[in-house]
Structures are given as C-alpha cells and as structure tokens.
C-alpha cells in the first residue's frame, strides 16, 4: 500500500504521538495497600446523666460501698417479648462446602506476621519475632529506629506477597530503671536505623523474613511511615491537653441503678429464685 506525501506525514506524527505517551508505572513489590490516614482528635461528647424511668418500683436496696451509698432499684416486669432461644444452627450441605472451598482457595495467600517490640526512649527497640516455619525457634534483633512506626500498618505487600501485620509494642523509657533501682539493659550500639541481631540464624532466609519485610517497607515507605506517626503523637498530645483542661467530675457520694426483670427471670420466683 502507498501512502501519499501527506498521509505518510500524518502517519508517522500519530505514531510518534504514541510513542511519547508515558507507559504505566508498575506497582512497586514492596508498598503499603493504602494510604494512612490518622484523624485529627475529636473531644468525646460528654454524657448526659441518666434519669430514673417512670416505673413501679417493687423493691429497693441500699448499701455502703467504699464510702458511697449505692441504692439498687428493682421496678415492675418488662413488657417486652421474651428473648428468643437461639436456632440451633443447621449442618452445611455438600453444595455449601464445596462453594466455601472454592471460595476459600480463590483468596490471595495472606502471610500474617506476629511482632513484638521493646521501644526504649523512642530510639532504640529490641524487636523478637518466632521463625515462621519452626515457631519454638526465636529471633531478636536490636534496631536503632522507633519501631512503633509500624503500629499503623496493618496490611502491605512485600515482594508482591499480601502481608498483615500484628504488631505488640510498648515504650520504656531508660530512667525509671533509676526509679526502680535496677540498671537499665545493655544492648549493642547501633547507628540510626541500622540493626543487629542478636539471637537467630542471620543465615536462614526464612527466619528473618518477617525483619526484613518490615524493614525492606521501612526504606520504601520511610515518610508516610514518619508522617503517621508525627499524626499519632500529635493526636495523643491533643487529647492529653483536653483531658487536663476538662478533667471528669467527682463522683456523686450517691448512685442509684435500676432493672426491670423480663418474664422468667429469677428476680419474678419467690424469694428471688435460686442463686
């Protein structure tokens, strides 16, 4: 086929024009599922007291408790229906099973990771783990980094594997050993955001893969990690100055509480039923 001077110019300009079009950026292996996103603080409301129901009160009861006097009211039976027995749940059918099976081998394989951190003084954490294979074999690795940056993080991908993270973490800062009378542990010197471990096999790949998903998250999501964790902070800071400028009331040196007993109930057999 030959193309007139014109036509071929208006070709090859469209096929140029193609060519400059950005080609789709591919996810990186390692990254979070989804933005996080921490709210601002928002004071609770506060809680309007709650009012005696008009009602028949057929007994009363009143005790010292701790230097309060607590009144336990007993008003007429409910008239609301009885509470319905639950169903005896029915055997799946096998057209049931099989459907939940195949549902269940549709689902992406999810590797769930188990961490738990030591934060001392925001600096430094002690981080264990279990290997994933072989749960009685434990690892620990000293990190010169705040690793309740991670608390934020609940599902990410590393090497375009699904991974959900449970993170348990507190910080202890180094002075209350003071307080306490004990020394505070020694642990190895590591540079910001280095890391040292100091039990397990730095050799099996399989016993540091859940360190090295997070650290290898760390390094790609370095500044939301950060930023979320300055949200996180910020957050507590807010509702700490709130607590202090509106601290709870004292509580009332008298309370009363209330029931209205449904139908069958105990409180309805004479002298009170068996307890």
């Given amino acids: 086929m030959r193309l007139s001077f014109p036509l071929l110019c208006l070709f090859v300009s469209a096929q140029h024009a193609i060519s400059e079009e950005p080609s789709p950026v591919p996810a990186s292996p390692t990254r979070l599922d989804a933005p996080i996103v921490i709210g601002e603080f928002v004071p609770p409301e506060p809680v309007p007291p709650k009012e005696i129901p008009a009602m028949r009160v057929e007994s009363a009861v009143t005790r010292q408790i701790d230097g309060k006097r607590i009144t336990v009211l007993r008003g007429e039976p409910s008239s609301l229906p009885d509470i319905p027995r639950p169903v005896a749940p029915q055997p799946l059918t096998p057209e049931e099973i099989a459907a939940r099976e195949a549902f269940a081998a549709r689902q992406p394989k999810i590797v769930f990771l188990q961490m738990g951190a030591t934060v001392y003084d925001h600096r430094v954490s002690v981080v264990n783990w279990s290997h994933p294979a072989q749960p009685e074999i434990r690892y620990e690795a000293v990190v010169g980094l705040d690793f309740s940056l991670f608390a934020t993080v609940t599902n990410f991908t590393h090497k375009n594997v699904p991974h959900h993270l449970v993170l348990m973490h507190h910080h202890l800062p180094t002075k209350v050993f003071e307080r306490w009378g004990r020394k505070a ?30 650290m290898d998250l760390y390094a790609v999501e370095k500044q939301q990690l950060l930023a979320a964790d300055a949200a996180v902070k910020r957050n507590l800071a807010d509702a700490q100055a709130w607590r202090e400028a509106n601290p709870p009331p004292p509580e009332p040196a008298q309370r009363t509480f209330w029931l209205r007993p449904h139908r069958g109930s105990r409180y309805l057999q004479p002298e009170g039923g068996a307890r």
Wanted: net charge negative; hydrophobic share 50%; charged share 10%.
């Fill in 185 to 214: 542990p020694e642990l190895p010197g590591v540079a910001a955001e280095a890391w040292q471990v100091i039990q397990g096999n730095t050799a099996d790949a399989t016993g540091m893969a859940p360190f090295t998903a997070l």
